[in-house]
């Protein structure tokens, strides 16, 4: 257990970037912690990522900032291959670290940055964002509470369009990313269904490359996991979504049924009556739809960042574990990773 810190965190974030300069704004609403130092190496990212909010250093070099004295606690949101070093930097020198997902781009990796938080006695958390919508928050108080019965198996998709227009170069990078789709948009989902499902005992799993073909990412992973209970999950991340970004999850019971995902946001709970239909109760939270309508989709994802770093911080100022830690990152990406042992890495080279 990590050492419990004393009043408002002095909080620093390497990586400015898209999700860096978000979490930025998700820092300055969340009263436990006080945002000190923005570091990047593209210094006007980095301004920008402050807001204009005082106090708040510029920094060029992570590095710099992984070991200054001033800062408690580190938001690591650079590329992954980025994550093991500047993270290890960070940890060593004492922080308390939160890496966005994944974790690293190999299990190895992971693994390297969980025994650093360990020897230096201080916490490292993986940002799982997708866990605290406020569907997924409900579907896990209705699961808790027996609203489906025992859980029997769960079915999950995470899909996007892919392609280089959709997102950062690096994302088709393995070298950077550490895989396709499984584990860009695939590793929230593999960790939203251990979520439900439990530890995972075995794995099975296959992925095609067909469409983008670029080397080492696959457009489509699919997966089979098997908790200890016999319980199965079946996944699919895909970068051929034509239809845009999108996510749900399938949560059936011996009783009854859970699905929810985005956009919208929504959750449908069914409750099995014998010899009768479901009874079938829709939540469409139209706060929130109207809220992400009105300032745009960059305000849900934000509001997940909040209740995130409100529930890491809490830990870090009581000494208490945090919610989704060093461990869980690293059995999402030897989950994403299995899959790769049922395909050839390299693309087919193409006719003509």
């Not at 009043?7 to 945002?35: D, F, K, N, Y």
């Not at 990047?40 to 004295?69: H, K, S, T």
């Not at 999950?156 to 892919?162: I, K, L, R």
């Amino acid at each position: 257990m990590a050492t419990k810190l004393p009043g408002v965190i002095r909080t620093g974030i390497i990586g400015a970037g898209m999700m860096g300069s978000l979490r930025a704004r998700a820092v300055s609403q969340v009263g436990e912690l006080r945002l000190v130092a923005v570091a990047d190496l593209r210094e006007e990212l980095a301004r920008a990522a402050a807001c204009g909010q005082r106090g708040v250093r510029v920094i060029q070099d992570g590095r710099m900032l992984a070991e200054d004295p001033e800062v408690d606690a580190v938001i690591l949101s650079t590329p992954p291959a980025s994550h093991e070093a500047l993270g290890t930097l960070c940890l060593r020198a004492g922080k308390h670290l939160l890496c966005e997902k994944p974790l690293a781009t190999t299990p190895r990796g992971c693994e390297a940055l969980i025994e650093a938080a360990h020897s230096a006695g201080v916490s490292l958390a993986t940002g799982f964002n997708l866990r605290y919508t406020r569907a997924a928050r409900l579907a896990r108080r209705l699961l808790d509470e027996g609203a489906i019965g025992e859980l029997d198996h769960i079915r999950a998709f995470h899909g996007h369009p892919g392609g280089k227009e959709f997102t950062h170069d690096w994302v088709h990078d393995r070298s950077v990313s550490g895989g396709g789709a499984l584990m860009d948009n695939g590793i929230h989902l593999i960790d939203l269904t251990r979520w439900f499902l439990g530890d995972v005992h075995q794995v099975a799993g296959f992925a095609t490359h067909h469409t983008w073909r670029m080397a080492g990412c696959e457009d489509n992973g699919f997966l089979l996991l098997k908790n200890s209970r016999g319980r199965v999950a079946a996944l699919q991340a895909s970068w051929t979504e034509w239809r845009g970004y999108g996510y749900r999850l399938e949560i059936y019971g011996t009783q009854g049924f859970i699905r929810f995902g985005y956009p919208p946001l929504f959750l449908v709970h069914g409750r099995r009556t014998p010899g009768a239909r479901p009874k079938v109760r829709r939540f469409w939270f139209s706060a929130y739809q109207i809220a992400e309508r009105l300032r745009g989709w960059q305000w849900g994802l934000v509001e997940t960042l909040v209740q995130e770093l409100r529930s890491w911080a809490r830990a870090l100022l009581t000494g208490s574990p945090v919610p989704v830690g060093g461990l869980d990152g690293l059995e999402a990406v030897r989950i994403a990773q299995s899959a790769e042992h049922s395909f050839p890495v390299e693309p087919e080279p193409r006719n003509g």
